[in-house]
């Protein structure tokens, strides 16, 4: 039924999104070995030394769809950018009922901390309706090819998912008509931010959908997770956390 997935290694943008210098905690997935470090996903620091992002961005599109065990990549072949700084990811956590859609989760450990950007705080509650903020990296669809050159930021209104069990795990946005703002490739892994009492809280991972301009945009609902997040951290923190 959902035919699109923001697949990881295509880098494309937030549809009717407008370039933003804010949100220093989101930065972009890509390759250790790329000469210019063009995200192939988003993602969001959540605490100095780890970075949220979508499960399904941590795997090739041949292995997440044609492989009986899918492999994800290989934690020393990626790095996190913030703005022109690059990090060495150290390992990562992928929740271990991840089943695209469901469960579009990962933990990506730092090799180091990043002291001076102010983590994103996370959702306790899971949101239905109203206005969200999502932030993702790419091109701007626009005469000239941009990719990964801007962070874009749009607003869209969350609504109830389709009573689909494969969605049981997700808040979601519909998009009706071309031109309205939407996520599309490359934006995967990125917040979907919703305000409560003046702060933001990082309420959704964005995941996949119907298409880039029109239809059903799904995301991972964070709240759901809050426990798995919060017992990963403390691993991590102790320093007992396993690759998985």
Known sequence: ??????????????????????????????????????????????????????????????????????????????????????????????????????????LLVLAQPIPDIEPAKLAHVTPLHGRATIVGFGDSGGPVADAGKYKREGTVRLRPCPAESDLRTSICWYTRHDGETNSCFGDSGGPVYMKSHASLYLAGIVSGGDGCLTGWSFNTDVAQFRDWVDDEIEEIDSGSAEVR
């Open 1 to 106: 039924m959902h035919s699109f997935l923001f697949a990881s290694m295509i880098v494309a943008h937030i549809v009717g999104g407008t370039i933003t210098h804010a949100y220093p905690e989101v930065g972009g997935l890509t390759g250790k070995r790329w000469a210019q470090p063009t995200p192939f996903c988003t993602g969001t620091l959540i605490h100095p030394q780890i970075f949220l992002t979508a499960a399904h961005c941590l795997f090739s599109n041949d292995q997440l769809f044609n492989a009986d065990h899918p492999q994800p990549f290989d934690p020393g072949l990626l790095q996190v950018v913030f703005g022109d700084q690059r990090y060495d990811v150290r390992s990562f956590l992928i929740h271990g009922h991840f089943n695209f859609p469901l469960n579009d989760i990962a």
